[in-house]
């Protein structure tokens, strides 16, 4: 049995005030009956179908591979990871078979003659487990009578253990784990008082002391984040993330910022500088100065390329030369120039392996969302980290 359908609501949204299960009709919505769902696919991570997604080679015809996977249907392939794999205790019995089930019809999918290597049956696990995971934590968020658990397994090679969490997990820390008040969690009113007031009395015997003078419950000067050097991992095909979310805490209060990335030639890679300009430029001060400096290369055997590509970076310096964010660039004519990389007079250096083309293709029209919005775009799976240069 498969349910399909759309979600109504941002995944943010869905995460900080409700449940991934609100679209199913109510009687639906029963724990009971939604833990017995094997996995949930989250649809907002698939591409669309576009005709450059089409294969160009042979393929099977549909009702040749609807024979093999009946076939396949008399298979068990839920032990195949068994021997490389240990699952945490900590997994229940009824978890276990879900992600199992999952696993053993993609490895059918996969690799039907059972053959894999423990890295490709690792990708599968891991996948399994995180849409089983889903499953799990929507209902934690319904039903307060079940308990959370930690999904992992351990390679029996003796490699560290893997801790699986859901992408919305990773990309929404602040909500995950939220728990939506429930007939099962609403203490009476005489007892939440009473628990206030003994947390009100903990807080005040747990805090330092201090004078006691007053003090503001706000001020004018917003409170700056506390940066630390980290690395962040952006998963492929998820939304969320725009610059702004990776890299405006880290660009605020600079004046100099040196972007280097070899491959700003294309147009919708040149397009993406222009948004980082953008971005930057919102982050200024209204009479402060910001300027962004590129360093990037070209297609040398192309001259007709290189016109095109100064071209286009001369007129964003051109449109930004009277802005707050003033931009120049250089063209590097080095042969091992590959690393990409931000680096700002504040002493933080962000290094970037995918560089600004983070986002999937998404159809450029004035009408869509991806166009105005980089969160609704679809990413590219890539890797940051954040270092404090000392001077």
């Excluded at 390679?155 to 820390?173: D, H, K, N």
Aim: with cysteine; hydrophobic share 35%.
């Amino acid at each position: 049995m498969v349910f399909m359908g759309y979600t109504q609501k941002s995944v943010a949204y869905m995460l900080k005030h409700s449940h991934f299960y609100e679209p199913l009709p109510d009687k639906y919505i029963d724990s009971a009956f939604l833990d017995r769902i094997n996995a949930f696919n989250p649809g907002w991570e698939v591409q669309p179908v576009r005709h450059e997604l089409f294969c160009t080679g042979y393929g099977f015809l549909m009702d040749y591979i609807a024979e093999v996977l009946k076939h396949l249907r008399t298979e068990d392939y839920t032990g195949v990871y068994k021997p490389h794999f240990e699952i945490s205790s900590e997994v229940s019995t009824r978890d276990q078979t879900g992600f199992e089930k999952t696993f053993s019809g993609l490895m059918k999918i996969v690799h039907p003659n059972c053959k894999a290597t423990p890295d490709e049956i690792a990708e599968l696990l891991e996948f399994t487990m995180e849409c089983r995971r889903r499953v799990r934590e929507q209902i934690l968020r319904i039903d307060d009578t079940f308990k959370a658990n930690d999904f992992a397994f351990k390679p029996f090679a003796g490699e560290a253990a893997v801790t699986v969490l859901t992408p919305e997990e990773r990309q929404y820390p602040q909500f995950a784990g939220n728990r939506l008040a429930t007939a099962h969690s609403q203490p009476p009113e005489s007892q939440s008082k009473e628990s206030s007031a003994i947390d009100e009395q903990q807080l005040r015997a747990a805090a330092p002391e201090t004078d006691a003078s007053p003090v503001l419950a706000y001020s004018s000067t917003p409170v700056k984040p506390l940066l630390q050097e980290h690395h962040v991992v952006v998963p492929e095909n998820a939304k969320g993330w725009s610059y702004r979310r990776l890299f405006g805490d880290y660009l605020a209060g600079a004046t100099q910022i040196t972007v280097v990335d070899p491959y700003i030639r294309a147009f919708h890679q040149i397009r993406n500088m222009v948004e980082f300009l953008r971005m930057v430029n919102e982050l200024t001060p209204e009479g402060d100065e910001a300027a962004v400096h590129l360093i990037t290369a070209t297609e040398s055997e192309s001259k007709e390329k290189l016109e095109k590509q100064i071209e286009l970076l001369e007129k964003i310096q051109d449109s930004f030369a009277e802005t707050s964010t003033p931009f120049s660039f250089e063209i590097s004519a080095s042969p091992n120039f590959h690393a990409r990389s931000i680096r700002t007079d504040t002493g933080w250096k962000i290094t970037l392996d995918r560089g600004l083309d983070i986002f999937q293709w998404f159809e450029h029209s004035a009408f869509n969302a991806a166009t105005n919005l980089q969160e609704a775009r679809l990413t590219k799976g890539c890797e940051l980290s954040f270092i404090r240069q000392t001077t």
